[in-house]
Nanobody
Framework: QVQLVESGGGLVAAGESLRLSCVLS????????MGWFRQAPGQEREFVAA????????YYADSVSGRFTVIRNNAAKSLYLQMNDLRPEDTAVYYC??????????????????WGQGTQVTVSS
């Protein structure tokens, strides 16, 4: 079992930045694909970014590429999402997720086994 706890959400103005954090605990050894997803009201959960815990390979949704960066700190068992130049359309609940056993990146929500509780990000225009 793996537990994920996100933090760092909040209310910001368009153009500002936020850094989300995700702390892992439990059985965190082995290979993992890690991801960030988001869900806005009335919409389906959407892929944002992914990274492989061992290799560091990254992948981003087109909507955030060049503005968001996913960062891992293996020693601290933490995952971060640095979000720059935020836009109102980035408003959503952001979730951290873990998919054990993968050597690459995973962009499909159904492949992820463990999820955090989510943290709200609101961007005002």
């Amino acid at each position: 079992q793996v537990q994920l706890v996100e933090s760092g959400g909040g209310l910001v103005a368009a153009g500002e930045s936020l850094r989300l954090s995700c702390v892992l605990s439990g059985q965190t050894y082995g290979r993992y694909a890690m991801g960030w997803f988001r869900q806005a009201p009335g919409q389906e959960r959407e892929f944002v970014a992914a990274i492989n815990w061992i290799s560091g390979s990254e992948y981003y949704a087109d909507s955030v590429s060049g503005r968001f960066t996913v960062i891992r700190n293996n020693a601290a068992k933490s995952l971060y999402l640095q979000m720059n130049d935020l836009r109102p359309e980035d408003t959503a609940v952001y979730y951290c997720a873990a998919a054990p056993g993968y050597t690459g990146v995973v962009i499909t929500a159904r492949e992820y086994t463990y999820w955090g509780q989510g943290t709200q990000v609101t961007v005002s225009s």
